[in-house]
């Protein structure tokens, strides 16, 4: 079942139309921004766009307005990311009074600057979100586009991106701070520049040399010498950083049907990867049922197709439950076969690893995840891609957009998009979250630490328990949230170079 995002876009132009009659509320009105708080919980709500407008200053704030660091006091939630910077700038929103999926937007937006190897304006990806008052899980599902043919000339054809459109969707289903604002870190850090962290280094290490035969790459991601941007180096993106302004300002839709559209048409036919704007314009999101399954009274969801690595985690969780045979072997091989089933290989049962058909699935392209929670127990978790390490290795020239790699075409495949989530029903509560990466092990790393910490294993040690080359981004609340939070964790995978922020501000 497809939802259409028409009326959550709606519901979002009304948010933004009922903030503009509280502004003009309070302005023609400054009585009411003095008024006493009611104390009735109604009567509370009914005033709180007004509150909102008048600055929402009181003594348990600090005197800070929502949408300043350091608004929101005490527990924040947690978040996930397999890059430092996204994590922390994921960690802001949340104190600037954010929900999860502000969070998860602006650390989706901060990727594609930070580790614009496996996340980009150029891929796309897919996420979960539950929303505790909605009581049930979405999942958004914006995958790089295939193409319909290869263009004539397109040497490095380049799948359709879907990314800004993607968080565009996830921010309109349950975004509370302004989607402009939710740029702006992504786009100062590609302006003024970042510093180039351990995760990032590695993945410019391994593809150097076939990278920097582009100009644009080599301009953004070479230092003195002509070698890769080391830890800890400046890494300046300005072309990339004026494109997100562009976003802000004009608004997402302009990289599909506007005038960046017809810019990303005209450059990306210099780097090989021939678009159109009638591709771009015809890329939406989808919003659909994730598959589930019930463990008791908690409902586990996971990614649904085309994110075919939440089919392949979701056969590796069930595989663990049942306890057949050496557990990480039988699941791995249940993923793998439910992977190669769903891309149209013949059927057949793994139950071992030693099972598996020469090659696995192939090479697969590498991902990146994160997990987050707010305060009031929405959580988000997401996989983002490029369909290869910095997708076709190219960059539209003059926007500072690295281009992913079309799926289908020559050797590349899909990522194996790989996120599970917790929930109860009957508490209508966050249980726990999962995130994963790491090619062919990308299923496990989602499969296996959620079946742990549901199993009463420590999230520290859960999140480090997938085979390698996965990693996991993992939230785990073991008394629900809304709940106990001082029970909750935000864990990264201690093998990877990522960061796990937030729980309490004081």
Same mark, same amino acid.
């Given at each position: 079942?497809?939802?259409?995002?028409?009326?959550?876009?709606?519901?979002?132009?009304?948010?933004?139309m009922?903030?503009?009659?509280?502004?003009?509320?309070?302005?023609?009105?400054p009585?009411?921004?003095?008024?006493?708080?009611?104390?009735?919980?109604?009567?509370?709500?009914?005033?709180?766009?007004?509150?909102? !407008?008048?600055?929402?200053?009181?003594?348990?704030?600090?005197?800070?307005?929502?949408?300043?660091?350091?608004?929101?006091?005490?527990?924040?939630?947690?978040?996930?990311?397999?890059?430092?910077?996204?994590?922390?700038?994921?960690?802001?929103?949340?104190?600037?009074?954010?929900?999860?999926?502000?969070?998860?937007?602006?650390?989706?937006?901060?990727?594609?600057?930070?580790?614009?190897?496996?996340?980009?304006?150029?891929?796309?990806?897919?996420?979960?979100?539950?929303v505790?008052?909605?009581?049930?899980?979405?999942?958004?599902?914006?995958?790089?586009?295939?193409?319909?043919?290869?263009?004539?000339?397109?040497?490095?054809?380049?799948?359709?991106?879907?990314?800004?459109?993607?968080?565009?969707?996830?921010?309109?289903?349950?975004?509370?701070?302004?989607?402009?604002?939710l740029?702006?870190?992504?786009?100062?850090a590609?302006?003024?520049?970042?510093?180039?962290?351990?995760?990032?280094?590695?993945?410019?290490?391994?593809? !150097?040399?076939?990278?920097?035969?582009?100009?644009?790459?080599?301009?953004?991601?070479?230092?003195?010498?002509?070698?890769?941007l080391a830890?800890?180096?400046?890494?300046?993106q300005?072309?990339?950083?004026?494109?997100?302004?562009?976003?802000?300002?004009?608004?997402?839709?302009d990289?599909?049907q506007?005038?960046?559209?017809?810019?990303?048409e005209?450059?990306?036919?210099?780097?090989?990867?021939?678009?159109?704007?009638?591709?771009?314009?015809?890329a939406?999101?989808?919003?659909?049922?994730?598959?589930?399954?019930?463990?008791?009274?908690?409902?586990?969801?996971?990614?649904?197709p085309?994110?075919?690595?939440?089919?392949?985690?979701?056969?590796?969780?069930?595989?663990?439950?049942?306890?057949?045979?050496?557990?990480?072997?039988?699941?791995?091989?249940?993923?793998?076969?439910?992977?190669?089933?769903a891309?149209?290989?013949?059927?057949?049962?793994?139950?071992?690893?030693?099972d598996?058909?020469?090659?696995?699935?192939?090479?697969?392209?590498?991902?990146?995840?994160?997990?987050?929670?707010?305060?009031?127990g929405?959580?988000?978790?997401?996989?983002?891609?490029?369909?290869?390490?910095?997708?076709?290795?190219?960059?539209a020239?003059?926007?500072?957009?690295?281009?992913?790699?079309?799926?289908?075409?020559?050797?590349?495949?899909?990522?194996?998009?790989?996120?599970?989530?917790?929930?109860?029903?009957?508490?209508?509560?966050?249980?726990?979250?999962a995130?994963?990466?790491g090619?062919?092990?990308?299923?496990?790393?989602?499969?296996?630490?959620?079946?742990?910490?549901?199993?009463?294993?420590?999230?520290?040690?859960a999140?480090?328990?997938?085979?390698?080359?996965?990693?996991?981004q993992?939230?785990?609340?073991?008394?629900?949230?809304?709940?106990?939070?001082?029970?909750?964790q935000?864990?990264?995978?201690?093998?990877?170079?990522?960061?796990?922020?937030?729980?309490?501000?004081?």
């Amino acid at each position: 079942m497809t939802t259409s995002l028409v009326p959550a876009i709606e519901k979002a132009r009304g948010r933004d139309m009922a903030a503009s009659l509280a502004r003009s509320a309070s302005s023609a009105h400054p009585e009411a921004c003095n008024a006493r708080r009611p104390t009735h919980r109604f009567a509370a709500l009914a005033l709180l766009p007004v509150l909102a !407008a008048c600055g929402a200053t009181d003594s348990s704030t600090g005197g800070l307005q929502a949408g300043q660091e350091g608004f929101v006091r005490g527990f924040l939630g947690g978040v996930a990311a397999e890059e430092p910077r996204a994590a922390l700038i994921a960690r802001d929103v949340l104190s600037a009074g954010g929900s999860a999926a502000d969070a998860a937007v602006a650390a989706g937006f901060a990727l594609s600057v930070t580790l614009p190897s496996r996340a980009g304006l150029g891929g796309g990806g897919a996420c979960l979100l539950y929303v505790p008052s909605r009581n049930e899980v979405e999942a958004i599902v914006f995958p790089p586009g295939p193409r319909a043919s290869v263009p004539a000339g397109a040497d490095r054809p380049a799948a359709v991106p879907l990314m800004a459109r993607g968080l565009f969707a996830l921010h309109a289903r349950a975004g509370r701070r302004p989607f402009e604002e939710l740029i702006v870190p992504a786009e100062q850090a590609a302006r003024f520049g970042t510093e180039v962290s351990r995760a990032f280094a590695a993945d410019l290490a391994a593809v !150097a040399g076939p990278l920097f035969a582009d100009p644009g790459a080599a301009a953004a991601f070479a230092g003195p010498g002509g070698q890769p941007l080391a830890p800890g180096a400046r890494m300046t993106q300005v072309d990339l950083g004026s494109t997100l302004a562009t976003l802000r300002t004009a608004g997402v839709g302009d990289l599909y049907q506007g005038a960046l559209a017809r810019r990303i048409e005209e450059t990306s036919r210099a780097a090989g990867g021939m678009l159109t704007v009638p591709e771009l314009r015809e890329a939406v999101p989808r919003v659909v049922q994730p598959l589930q399954a019930r463990l008791g009274n908690d409902v586990v969801s996971f990614l649904p197709p085309p994110a075919d690595g939440g089919l392949a985690a979701a056969a590796a969780f069930a595989a663990l439950q049942a306890g057949t045979g050496a557990p990480g072997a039988a699941a791995r091989g249940e993923a793998v076969a439910a992977a190669w089933r769903a891309r149209g290989g013949e059927p057949m049962t793994l139950l071992a690893s030693a099972d598996l058909p020469a090659g696995g699935l192939g090479l697969l392209p590498a991902s990146t995840g994160l997990a987050v929670v707010d305060r009031d127990g929405m959580a988000v978790t997401c996989a983002f891609t490029m369909n290869n390490l910095f997708g076709t290795g190219r960059i539209a020239p003059g926007t500072g957009v690295l281009l992913a790699a079309a799926p289908g075409i020559g050797q590349v495949q899909s990522a194996l998009l790989s996120a599970g989530l917790v929930h109860s029903p009957n508490l209508r509560a966050f249980r726990a979250a999962a995130a994963g990466s790491g090619q062919q092990a990308a299923p496990m790393a989602v499969a296996l630490p959620l079946s742990q910490v549901m199993g009463g294993v420590a999230p520290a040690q859960a999140a480090g328990s997938a085979p390698e080359p996965g990693r996991t981004q993992l939230l785990s609340c073991p008394r629900y949230l809304p709940g106990d939070a001082n029970a909750c964790q935000a864990v990264t995978d201690p093998r990877g170079a990522g960061l796990a922020a937030g729980a309490v501000d004081r």
